[in-house]
């Protein structure tokens, strides 16, 4: 019978390693009923694993051996075992919630002997590599591609630890987008797919429960009563010297749809850090039209060139209003944005 070190060690027959990107991580595995740690190391599309603390961990993540023994069949409900308080986590939120991005089911390949790791490559002389060109900070993923740009696939909202719920339809955001919250006028903003958050609507505001999208199967909604000001990024591979543009379909709703138009109220805004830089306040981001036409789909495009391997795109959303009362909620869709290399 397969104990918890098989289960552990088999780990890498799950690893995902086109979703990893250039993405570097420690993880650590604390067995709240007896089974040791163990730490699990992602780097250079690669998944490794060891006995013990043999790195720094960037999260740690408690749990007990019947429920990673679920989680390895693909039978656990992460978010749901860790608002119950089955799953305990320390550190980077972020990086604990990717994990499910990260690794699919593996529960197949305990007690399989692991194969032999592949010889390394001799290196063969190389000429003097010339001056680098700007990077993105290590760390944190560079995808191949702009992914999920049409907001069809969802990871759970993460913030100040808690996975947020609101009322009882969970928060979610876009998978492979990164997140920042800039500011907020009251209380949180809310995060949902198109289709939660219909449904939300309908029982809570009386709406039709339509799942509101103009492309695919989902859209990404942004909605609160208060003002707000946030970002979503994505920094993607590129080839330094080539123009691209980024574009996209956006329409806000000034106090929900059906109601008075409120121009100048929502902004909407995208650009493009043709360095590769992940900082939206950067003097190196090149940004498009600040567009705060309401109530009607929106189509903005801005074009920059590479001038590294890597580009940045971003997504800034600006609620100015500061309150538009308990029975109005201001809202923002986001659908079919696609990065495209200009011939």
């Known amino acids: 019978m397969s104990g918890i070190a ?55 993540i408690g749990i007990s051996q019947d429920d990673f023994k679920l989680l390895a069949q693909g039978k ?11 799953i305990g986590v320390r550190g980077d939120t972020g990086l604990a919630v990717r994990f499910m991005e990260l690794f699919g089911p593996w529960a197949g390949a305990v007690g399989r002997p692991a194969p032999p790791a592949p010889a390394p490559p001799q290196p063969e002389p190389q000429p003097p590599a010339p001056p680098p060109s700007p990077a993105p900070a290590p760390g944190r993923p ?4 702009l992914l ?13 630890g808690e996975v947020k719920f609101w009322r009882e339809f969970p928060e979610r955001y876009g998978a492979h987008w990164e997140f920042t919250l800039i500011s907020e006028a009251d209380r949180r903003i809310h995060l949902m797919d198109s289709e939660t958050f219909g449904k939300f609507t309908q029982k809570y505001f ?35 010297g080539r123009t691209y543009t980024f574009r996209g379909s956006i329409v ?37 039209e600040r567009d705060g036409r309401d109530n009607e789909w929106r189509y903005p495009s801005v074009r920059a060139t590479a001038q590294a391997g890597a580009i940045t795109v971003f997504i800034r959303l600006e609620n100015v209003e500061p309150d538009v009362g308990q029975t109005s909620l201001n809202t923002i869709h986001l659908d079919d944005f696609r990065l495209e290399l200009n011939q």
């Open 6 to 60: 098989d289960y552990v060690r088999a780990m890498p027959a799950g690893f995902r390693a086109d979703r990893a990107g250039g993405l570097r991580a420690v993880y650590q595995f604390e067995f709240i009923d007896g089974g040791g740690r163990w730490t699990v190391t992602v780097a250079g599309g690669r998944c490794t694993v060891s006995e013990g603390e043999t790195a720094s961990p960037g999260v740690v």
């Open 76 to 86: 656990l409900n992460a978010v749901q075992a860790y608002r119950e308080g089955r």
């Open 142 to 145: 560079v995808n191949p591609t």
């Open 148 to 160: 999920n740009g049409s907001f069809d696939d969802y990871q759970p909202y993460v913030r100040d």
């Open 206 to 240: 009386g709406g039709g429960g339509r799942d509101y999208h103009i492309h695919g199967r989902h859209s990404q909604v942004i909605t609160s009563r208060y003002g707000f000001d946030v970002v979503f990024q994505q920094t993607v591979a590129a080839q330094a």
């Open 252 to 288: 806000s709703f000034y106090k929900g749809p059906g109601q008075e138009r409120g121009h100048n109220k929502i902004f909407k805004t995208i650009g493009i850090d043709p360095t590769g830089g992940r900082d939206w306040r950067a003097p190196t981001v090149v940004w498009g």
